[in-house]
């Protein structure tokens, strides 16, 4: 079955860091827009960061900028989001979301999403 799993959430404190993964089973990464969302208790979906696999360009939100590093590594089919200095408003659960490349590195329509890690920051 063609699949995104996350992983790597947790409980940090603020000013901690976390790297969270996303791996993609029964498919490759070769050419795909990845996106990282998330979703705080009560708040509405948010992009976070995007990348194009083949060229690795990157797309961040502003709040993100910074702190946040999106990258992948191919090899393991895996693309991953680096987050530093975190805050207590980055409390969500995080979802990984992809679609072949069609002209942008944030995927408009993805066909893979995955079941979200959730990321706790207390202050």
């Known amino acids: 079955e063609d699949q995104l799993v996350e992983s790597g959430g947790g409980l940090v404190q603020a000013g901690g860091s976390l790297r969270l993964s996303c791996a993609a089973s029964?498919?490759?990464?070769?050419?795909?827009?990845i996106a990282w969302f998330r979703q705080a208790p009560g708040k509405e979906r948010e992009g976070v960061s995007c990348?194009?696999?083949?060229?690795?360009?990157?797309y961040y939100a502003d709040s993100m900028k910074g702190r946040f590093t999106i990258s992948s590594d191919n090899a393991k089919n895996t693309v991953y989001l680096q987050m530093n200095s975190l805050k207590s408003e980055d409390t969500a659960v995080y979802y990984c979301?992809?679609?072949?490349?069609?002209?942008?590195?944030?995927?408009?329509?993805?066909?893979?999403w995955g079941q979200g890690t959730r990321v706790t920051v207390s202050s």
């Open positions: 979301a992809a679609e072949v490349y069609g002209g942008s590195s944030c995927p408009t329509k993805p066909n893979y």
């Open positions: 029964g498919f490759t990464f070769d050419n795909y827009a």
């Open positions: 990348m194009r696999t083949s060229d690795g360009s990157t």
